[in-house]
């Protein structure tokens, strides 16, 4: 089966984009628990359903401030990673949490026609584009703990095997390389 030249570049870009940054990440001697949660907070706010308009967007922006936030709690190159994965998942799905959304609130169910996304594209936005974008919000509200929570649970047995694999060093600050030496100072009688 003859490969297409477009499809000859996707394996470098994904070992350029995705495989080298996971395993300097890895190499660097992340706690899995850590590295876990963070993937799982990366995608979670990656998956926003406010499409990045600009170079540096919401996503992004909300990545960075959770990070700031959390600061130790997460790694924050584990974090952007993620975000860039979630990338193409942030598109798909937009409806789902649009439809989620309208279920929580009890709203309209708002027509996803040419015509409305012509208004939204072009500016003339009307007010039910502008409730269906909070519709959307609010599904991706209440879902995103729920995703959080099992993204973790997914993810921790992956990073535990990962670090296990790749890291130099042990993965546990509680188990220091070197352990501490009791030192006992003799007092002399002068």
């Not at 963070?38 to 990070?67: Q, R, W």
């Not at 700031?68 to 924050?76: D, E, I, K, R, V």
């Not at 439809?99 to 015509?115: A, K, M, N, Q, Y």
Request: some cysteine; overall charge positive.
């Amino acid at each position: 089966m003859p490969v297409s030249p477009s499809m000859m570049g996707v394996g470098p870009w994904f070992n350029k984009k995705i495989v080298d940054p996971l395993l300097q990440i890895l190499r660097r001697g992340a706690e899995p628990k850590q590295l876990a949660f963070s993937a799982a907070l990366g995608i979670t706010l990656g998956v926003f359903p406010i499409c990045d308009a600009l170079e540096i967007g919401v996503t992004v922006f909300l990545c960075a401030m959770a990070i700031a936030l959390l600061g130790s709690l997460c790694h924050s190159p584990t974090v952007m990673l993620a975000n860039f994965i979630a990338t193409p998942i942030e598109l798909s799905l937009v409806v789902p949490f649009l439809r989620f959304g309208e279920i929580i609130s009890g709203g309209p169910h708002f027509p996803l026609t040419s015509d409305a996304l012509k208004k939204v594209l072009t500016g003339h936005a009307s007010q039910d584009v502008l409730l269906s974008i909070v519709h959307a919000l609010l599904g991706w509200l209440v879902a995103a703990p729920f995703i959080l929570v099992i993204l973790y649970i997914i993810f921790l047995p992956c990073c535990k095997l990962l670090v296990r694999k790749f890291s130099p060093v042990p993965s546990s600050p509680k188990k220091p390389l070197h352990p501490h030496v009791e030192v006992k100072l003799k007092v002399r009688d002068v």
